[in-house]
Structures are given as C-alpha cells and as structure tokens.
T-cell receptor, first 115, second 112 residues
Framework: EPEVTQTPSHQVTQMGQEVILRCVPISNHLYFYWYRQILGQKVEFLVSFYNNEISEKSEIFDDQFSVERPDGSNFTLKIRSTKLEDSAMYFC?????????????FGDGTRLSIL | TQLLEQSPQFLSIQEGENLTVYCNSSSVFSSLQWYRQEPGEGPVLLVT?????EVKKLKRLTFQFGDARKDSSLHITAAQTGDTGLYLC????????????FGKGTHLIIQP
C-alpha cells in the first residue's frame, strides 16, 4: 500500500541553526501538508501546499518556516533559525485531488530536538 | 478558532467490554476523520465520514456522524487488547487543501 515517507526519523540541531525536513508524498497525490505535535499535545496544522504554492497556513507558520517542492517527488519544510520551542514531531501528509472529500494520509514523522 | 473536544481523555476497560468515545465541536464539519496513533508513529486513517447521520463499520468499530455534522462517535464492540492505543478525531471545516483540526485524543487501554 502506498505510504508517505519522511526523513530523517530523528534530527538533533543546535538552536539558531537551519533545519530541513523531507517528505515523499504518495505518488498520485497533489495536496501536501505539514503538521507538528509537541510532546503530550495535540497535532497542529502548519501549512498546506497545492500546485506549487501555499494554499493555507496557520498562525504557527511564521516567517521562520518555508515549504518547497524542489522536484517531482519531494516536499520539504525548512525552519530558518530554530528555537527551543520548535522541538516537536513534524508530520507530513498528502491527499489525492479528486472531487469530493480527500482523506489525508500521514507519514511516521520526524522528531526534531533543538538543543 | 474551531475547537474539537474528545471524551473521555483516558479509558481503561476489560477485554470483551464495549466502549464509546466522543468527538464534539460547536462548528459544522465538512468531513471528519478518525485516526489511530501508536507511540512514535504518525496517525493512521481509520475512517472518513462526510454525510450527516452516516454510519460506517470497520469490523468491531462503528463510527457515527451526527445529523448536524458537529459531532461523531466511535463505538468498539467486544474490545480486544489489540485495540489499545490513542484514537484521534480530526475535523475538516472547509474543502480542498484545508488543514485538519485535531482533538487531543482518547487514550484507550484494554486490559486482558
């Protein structure tokens, strides 16, 4: 069964450094998403992406964050200057673009630890 | 800001018992998903409900969407130890590329 894959599974970074999280969405999906989950808290929406541009973003997704689809398969989340509070699990998701509702399928996440 | 409340937050029952968990919002959903999340993994989709009053079954799991599309329930019949996990509901308030709003989840423990 097709799945969303994320790399790395765990990233440890010094505060202030840039980090790039990578995702390979399901191949025929056209909508891509990033979510985060701080330890012990609920999953929170960050941003959605369609047709090579951001469709929607939350208040969390400030100027430190950016997303990119650098080629036909990868979808990346960049945090420009990491802060301690960026430590969380980051989940990528994708959905198929069809008429009607398109459920989102999630990867297993990248655990980001900021020191 | 839409809020999605799940209850109970924690539930521990004996194997073989039945249980129901709830997901409620003050806003109308376009659709609602139930996910199951294991520690260290991403949410895994169980079901999507779209139509008010809709009922979907997945083996011993029955999912219901409220008539007004503001609430949903997950009922498990004859719970098994393998049902132990975190159950999340997530609502979509729009369409297309809208982000999902997640509840905090119900931590379910089925004791042998």
């Amino acid at each position: 069964e097709p799945e969303v894959t994320q790399t790395p599974s765990h990233q440890v970074t010094q505060m202030g450094q840039e980090v790039i999280l990578r995702c390979v969405p399901i191949s025929n999906h056209l909508y891509f998403y990033w979510y985060r989950q701080i330890l012990g808290q609920k999953v929170e929406f960050l941003v959605s992406f369609y047709n090579n541009e951001i469709s929607e973003k939350s208040e969390i997704f400030d100027d430190q964050f950016s997303v990119e689809r650098p080629d036909g398969s990868n979808f990346t989340l960049k945090i420009r200057s990491t802060k301690l509070e960026d430590s969380a699990m980051y989940f990528c998701a994708s959905s198929e673009a069809t008429w009607g509702y398109q459920p989102q399928h999630f990867g297993d996440g990248t655990r980001l630890s900021i020191l | 800001t839409q809020l999605l409340e799940q209850s109970p937050q924690f539930l521990s029952i004996q194997e073989g018992e039945n249980l129901t968990v709830y997901c409620n919002s003050s806003s109308v959903f376009s659709s609602l998903q139930w996910y199951r999340q294991e520690p260290g993994e991403g949410p895994v989709l169980l079901v999507t409900v779209v139509t008010g009053g809709e009922v979907k079954k997945l083996k011993r799991l029955t999912f219901q969407f409220g008539d007004a599309r503001k609430d949903s329930s997950l009922h498990i019949t004859a719970a098994q130890t393998g049902d132990t996990g975190l159950y999340l509901c997530a609502g979509d308030y729009g369409g297309g590329a809208d982000g999902l709003t997640f509840g905090k989840g119900t931590h379910l423990i089925i004791q042998p």
